[in-house]
């Protein structure tokens, strides 16, 4: 089966740091993404893991760590444009087969 | 470049009516392609993708159907609506046979009365 969990809700201060974490139990593992959804909107694409690490894009990181199926996304310097759905998605098997998305994270950035 | 176009934006259907949403994608060729739905304050839940013309792989047995008539033209279909059709119906697609995350189409409102 699959199961990927994130927190349903999370609020932040502008200019803070906050981390938003996956975990995810899926049959193989053939990446990780992480998009970005303003409500109303579709998703958009942020990041993408496939070997352990970090990997750094701007004011957004992802970290990757396969032995504990465990991902996070890491958002610096917040801005009140950064208040969205975080959805993490894994693809389990070859570059065709679908991904699979958890239910995502509603971030609220604060003055 | 590429770019996914869907339609319509928004669609106020009736119950037992029938449904019909559009997705095109150009400047690529043989795409994989795929309809998610998402229901208010849940997930998205992928309904059928396709890699290739007149392949269809459905992941939810419902009164949702799927067709690709033409390489770049995938469409959702339903025969009677259901209420709990409802939800925000994403067109997506991605390149075949590399691993490539999505590109979204920008939805389609569904409320059916």
């Known amino acids: 089966g699959q199961n990927i969990d994130q927190p349903t809700e999370m609020t932040a201060t502008e200019g803070a740091i906050v981390q938003i974490n996956c975990t995810y139990q899926?049959?193989?593992?053939?990446?990780l993404f992480w998009y970005q959804q303003h409500a109303g909107e579709a998703p958009t694409f942020l990041s993408y893991n496939v070997l352990d690490g970090l990997e750094e894009k701007g004011r957004f990181s992802s970290f990757l760590s396969r032995s504990k199926g465990y991902s996070y996304l890491l958002l610096k310097e917040l801005q009140m444009k950064d208040s969205a759905s975080y959805l993490c998605?894994?693809?389990?098997?070859?570059?065709?087969?679908?991904?699979?998305f958890g239910k995502g994270t509603r971030l609220s950035v604060i003055a | 470049s590429q770019t996914i176009h869907q339609w319509p934006a928004t669609l106020v259907q009736p119950v037992g009516s029938p449904l019909s949403l559009e997705c095109t994608v150009e400047g690529t060729s043989n795409p994989n392609l795929y309809w998610y739905r998402q229901a208010a304050g849940r997930g998205l839940q992928l309904l059928f993708y396709s890699v290739g013309i007149g392949q269809i792989s459905s992941e939810v047995p419902q009164n949702l159907s799927a067709s690709r008539p033409q390489d770049r033209q995938f469409i959702l279909s339903s025969k009677k609506l259901l209420l709990s059709d409802s939800g925000f119906y994403l067109c997506a697609w991605s390149k075949t046979g590399f691993n490539y995350g999505y590109t979204f189409g920008s939805g389609t409102r569904l409320t059916v009365v």
């Open positions: 998605a894994v693809r389990e098997w070859s570059g065709n087969t679908p991904l699979v």
């Open positions: 899926t049959s193989g593992f053939n990446g």
